[in-house]
């Protein structure tokens, strides 16, 4: 590289240099488009957020019908909603509206399905626990009586958004309060037993002949009653006479000899 080439090459550097210096010094004097959220901001982001966000689901259990469209809609199952009808008063009871705000994937389904939009997202988003579990919000301490469906063209009042589920985030980051146990439920009648079924006249298996063992064969048997053979011990006496022509036979090759 020449000596030209190399000063040049230490130019442009620098200019280069003059480039990324401007851009960062103009931004000393412009407004920052960034907060430091929590503690600096003007005032709190959840009134900072567009009016169609969608921040944790609440309930205004006063106009809550107790028709469970909601829960049915809701594809994950994070709505428990237990109604009972009182047998003497005929009036049907909300005992249980619970929202896992852990498991809710905020599609929104839910409150589209609501007649009387007593289910809403609210504009809360910060709903970090130390135990997921207490995301499990609970909107009904005590069973009361569901709200009656509104009639055609009738408003319905409710309170503005966050009245419901605010408390119950800071009550959640509270140590834990254990809930009322619940009455245990009158066991379910038991269906009639059906009628016994015709008993089949039992078929016994036919006998399998008994396997004989080796002494009980008949060839074992006959050999158990015949007399037992006589030992065949070699003596000198027991020794088979030679035959008659053998003996002939020795007699005169004796008589030759002779
Ligand atoms: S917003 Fe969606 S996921 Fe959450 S409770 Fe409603 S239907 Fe279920
Ligand atoms: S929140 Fe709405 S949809 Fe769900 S049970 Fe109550 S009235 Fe019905």
Do not use: W
Request: hydrophobic share 30%; with cysteine.
């Amino acid at each position: 590289m020449g000596l030209a080439k190399y000063i040049g090459a230490i130019g442009r550097s620098i200019m280069t240099l003059g480039d990324g210096l401007a851009v960062t010094m103009s931004y000393l004097f412009r407004k920052p488009m960034t907060i430091q959220y929590p503690d600096r901001t003007a005032e709190p982001v959840v009134k900072m957020l567009p009016e169609r966000s969608r921040g944790i689901l609440e309930v205004d259990i006063e106009i809550c019908t107790g028709c469970s469209m909601c829960a049915k809609q809701c594809p994950i199952d994070c709505l428990h909603i237990l109604v009972e009808k009182d047998a003497e008063t005929k009036q049907r009871n909300l005992v249980e509206f619970a929202i896992d705000a852990g498991k809710c994937m905020y599609c929104g389904l839910c409150v589209e399905a609501c007649p009387t939009s007593a289910i809403r997202h609210s504009h809360e988003f910060e709903g970090g626990m130390s135990d997921v579990n207490r995301l499990m919000l609970h909107f009904v301490d005590e069973p009361r009586p569901v709200a009656k469906p509104p009639k055609k063209g009738e408003e319905v009042k409710t309170k503005p958004k966050g009245t419901f589920v605010r408390p119950m985030l800071a009550n959640a980051l509270e140590p834990a309060v254990p809930r009322k146990p619940r009455p245990p439920k009158p066991p379910a009648p038991k269906p009639a037993p059906k009628p016994a079924a015709e008993a089949k006249p039992e078929t016994k298996p036919e006998p399998k002949p008994e396997k004989k063992t080796l002494a009980e064969t008949p060839k074992a048997k006959a050999a158990e009653d015949s007399p037992p053979s006589p030992a065949k011990t070699e003596t000198p006496e027991s020794k088979p006479d030679k035959p008659a022509e053998a003996v002939k036979a020795d007699d005169g090759k004796a008589t030759e000899d002779k």
